[in-house]
């Protein structure tokens, strides 16, 4: 019975480091392509205008978004860029890339700027994660 019992332990302890290993090693998404390329206005708008209907259209999906720099947050060696305007409380909260973190320094608010992330819904803000700064083209 021991056995047994031992047994089922190990394979479930097997089980769980198995899926432990594939959720940390799963292959990062690419955020070479944008599917989509809106203004902040736009994709603020899209969210509070219907909530459901947004999620569908943007949730998971890479976002190219243009806009106005309100806020730069530094916090735990990464920056939080804030996108929007005066109009609406809510924003696009976008969170660097480690490797963007050297172009963020200078930004300020009022900044016009492009990025592109992962949109991963809306809490108070729509939430972008794994942001790169898109170079202005000449």
Do not use: W
Request: with cysteine; hydrophobic share 45%; net charge negative.
């Amino acid at each position: 019975m021991i056995k047994k019992i031992l047994g089922g332990m190990l394979v479930v302890l097997i089980l769980g480091i198995g899926a432990v290993y594939f959720v940390f090693n799963k292959p990062h998404p690419s955020i070479d392509r944008p599917e989509f390329l809106v203004s902040a206005s736009e994709l603020i708008t899209a969210f509070e205008e219907n909530e459901r209907a947004a999620n569908d259209k943007y949730l998971g999906k890479v976002v190219e978004v243009h806009g106005t720099v309100t806020e730069v947050i530094e916090k735990q060696n990464s920056f939080v860029l804030l996108l929007g305007d005066t109009s609406t409380v809510s924003r696009v909260s976008c969170t660097l890339e480690g490797e963007n973190d050297d172009m963020a320094y200078g930004l300020r608010a009022g900044d016009a700027l492009t990025l592109r992330g992962i949109c991963s819904g809306r809490l108070l803000d729509v939430v972008l994660v794994d942001c790169r700064i898109i170079p202005d083209e000449p």
